[in-house]
């Protein structure tokens, strides 16, 4: 089995910072892509940052220059830090990791149970 732990959303301030952080834990042999999707009310899921096991990232054009994206290979682990938040960056956060496990031939994605960030004054 894989779990994904999230942590780090919370309530923040227009112009504030969060850092958003999961964890994945388990029978894991390897991992590959780990990215950040967020779904606000009445939309879809959408991409907002993914970074590859050799570290190269990608991100929505409405988060350049404000997010970034990183992991730790030794805790299985992938961050965003959030700067400059605005209002309609407000959604529930969700991790997803393309891993490979134990007992299965190829490689398949996992989520996040998801965390909510709102941007309000």
């Known amino acids: 089995q894989v779990q994904l732990v999230e942590s780090g959303g919370g309530l923040v301030q227009p112009g504030g910072s969060l850092r958003l952080s999961c964890a994945a834990s388990?029978?894991?042999?390897?991992?590959?892509?780990m990215g950040w999707y967020r779904q606000a009310p009445g939309k879809q899921r959408e991409l907002v940052a993914d970074?590859?096991?050799?570290?190269?990232?990608n991100y929505a054009d409405s988060v350049k220059g404000r997010f970034t994206i990183s992991r730790d290979n030794a805790k299985n682990t992938v961050y965003l830090q959030m700067n400059s938040l605005k209002p309609e960056d407000t959604a529930v956060y969700y991790c997803?990791?393309?891993?490979?496990?134990?007992?299965?031939?190829?490689?398949?994605?996992?989520w996040g149970q998801g965390t909510q960030v709102t941007v309000s004054s």
């Open positions: 997803n990791v393309n891993l490979l496990r134990v007992g299965v031939f190829w490689s398949q994605d996992y």
């Open positions: 388990g029978s894991i042999i390897s991992i590959n892509a």
């Open positions: 970074i590859t096991s050799g570290g190269r990232t």
